[in-house]
C-alpha cells in the first residue's frame, strides 16, 4: 500500500511535468479569477506584519490547510529577526550597511514564499466557493508543477499532512536559488562573517509561544535552523515543525489561541512583554545589562527594547520574482519518504542563553571600543 502510493506519486507528477496551460487559453472568467488572485496577493504582501497576518486569516477561515498556520508563525519569526537588527544589540554589533543586506536577505525570502504560496491559498478558497476544482490555474499563476498533483490529491482524500509537506519542498525549492543561492545575497550575507557570526550564535531559532490555562507567562517551543544554506535541512526541519507544532492537540488550540490575541506587530515585546519592550529604555551610549537570566523575565531595570517592525523598516519594493520552475526530478520525493527527526520542543532555555551570548558580546564590544577610544595615540 505504501509503495503504491509512491508509485502513482511519482506517475503524476510525471505527468504534470508534461502538462501545459497558457493564460490565452483560458475563459475570461477564468482570466479575471487569475487577475484578483494577483491583485489580493500584491495588497496584502506589503511588509511582513502584512503577510503575517494574512496568512491567519486564511487558516481561521480553513483550518484544513495547516500549512498556512505554520506560515504564519514562521512568519512571525522571520519579523522578529527582521526587528532584531534595529533593536537592542544588533545595531551595535553590525554596520549600518550589515543591517540593511540581511534585512533585504530576509525580507526577499519573506516576500517570494508568500507572492508563490498565496496564490495556492485563495485558488483553493475560489475552488471551495466554486464547488469544484481550479487547480489547471496554477499554470497560469506560475505555480510550480510540483503542486498540481498534490492540491488535487487533497482535494479528494483531505490528507493535510501530505500537502504542508508538499508546501514546505515547494516554498524551499522556491527561494534556493532566488535567495539562499543567489549569487547577490552570497556575497552581502551568506558568505559573510555576519552570517556565520549569526549561525554561532544559534540565532535561528523558530519559536512558537502559547499560554497554558495553568500558567499566566507565555511559554514558547520550536527549533534552530542550523544549516540554512542547505535546502533539504530546512526541508526536514519545515516538517519536523510541522510535526512538533500538530502533535498535542490541547497545546496547538493554545498556540492558535495565542495568535488570535496577539496580532503580529514584528516586536518581541508581543510574546515577552515582562523582558522586551517596544520603546528604547536605554540610556544613550549605555549598554543594556539584565541583572538575570532573561527566562525568569522578571526584569527590573531597562527591559530589551524590540521595536515594531513598521518603525524599524520601511516598506520595501521588490523586482519581479525571477521566473523557471526548480521541479525537473521525481527524486525530490524523497524528501517526503524519509522520517524526519522529532523536536523536543524545549528551546527556551536555548533562545534565552542566546540572548545572553548577544548582550555578552554587545557588552565586550563596547568596552573594547571605549577603551580603544582613551588609549593615547
Not at 498533483?149 to 501530505?162: H, I, K, T
Request: hydrophobic share 40%; charged share 25%.
Amino acid at each position: 500500500m505504501f509503495s503504491a502510493k509512491w508509485r502513482l506519486l511519482k506517475k503524476e507528477l510525471k505527468g504534470a511535468m508534461k502538462s501545459a496551460s497558457k493564460l490565452a487559453d483560458l475563459s475570461e472568467n477564468e482570466r479575471r479569477m487569475v487577475a484578483d488572485i494577483r491583485m489580493a496577493t500584491s495588497q496584502a504582501n506589503l511588509n511582513n506584519v502584512t503577510r503575517t497576518q494574512a496568512y491567519f486569516a486564511f487558516f481561521k477561515k480553513n483550518p484544513e490547510i495547516h500549512w498556512a498556520l505554520l506560515a504564519h508563525l514562521v512568519s512571525r519569526n522571520a519579523g522578529w529577526n527582521m526587528t532584531d537588527l534595529k533593536g537592542e544589540y544588533l545595531p551595535k554589533l553590525l554596520t549600518s550597511k550589515e543591517q540593511t543586506d540581511f534585512f533585504i536577505f530576509l525580507e526577499r525570502g519573506n516576500w517570494l514564499i508568500f507572492q508563490d504560496a498565496y496564490p495556492q491559498l485563495l485558488l483553493y478558497e475560489k475552488s471551495r466557493q466554486c464547488g469544484r476544482p481550479l487547480f489547471q490555474l496554477l499554470d497560469a499563476l506560475n505555480i510550480s508543477k510540483f503542486m498540481r498533483p498534490f492540491w488535487e490529491r487533497f482535494w479528494v482524500n483531505g490528507e493535510s499532512e501530505e500537502l504542508t509537506e508538499a508546501l514546505i519542498i515547494n516554498e524551499q525549492h522556491y527561494i534556493e536559488r532566488r535567495v539562499v543561492h543567489n549569487h547577490q545575497y552570497m556575497e552581502t550575507v551568506m558568505d559573510k562573517i555576519l552570517f556565520k557570526f549569526q549561525d554561532s550564535l544559534n540565532f535561528n531559532h523558530i519559536l512558537f509561544p502559547y499560554n497554558t490555562s495553568a500558567q499566566q507567562k507565555t511559554k514558547i517551543i520550536g527549533g534552530t535552523v542550523h544549516h540554512f544554506s542547505a535546502v533539504d535541512e530546512r526541508v526536514f526541519l519545515g516538517r519536523s515543525l510541522y510535526e512538533l507544532l500538530f502533535s498535542v492537540n490541547s497545546r496547538l488550540e493554545e498556540i492558535i489561541q495565542w495568535a488570535s490575541e496577539h496580532p503580529h506587530s514584528g516586536s518581541r515585546k508581543d510574546f515577552w512583554p515582562q523582558l522586551f519592550n517596544d520603546i528604547d529604555e536605554t540610556a544613550p551610549g549605555r549598554v543594556h545589562e539584565m541583572a538575570e537570566s532573561p527566562c525568569k523575565r522578571q526584569h527590573k531595570g531597562p527591559k530589551v527594547y524590540s521595536p515594531p517592525l513598521t518603525l524599524a523598516w520601511e516598506d520595501w519594493s521588490h523586482k519581479e520574482a525571477e521566473p523557471g520552475d526548480w521541479f525537473k526530478h521525481v527524486g525530490v520525493l524523497h524528501l517526503m519518504k524519509r522520517k524526519v527527526n522529532q523536536l523536543s520542543g524545549d528551546i527556551e532555555p536555548i533562545y534565552c542563553k542566546t540572548i545572553e551570548e548577544v548582550e555578552m558580546a554587545t557588552t565586550a564590544k563596547h568596552t573594547f571600543s571605549r577603551h580603544e577610544k582613551s588609549a593615547p595615540d
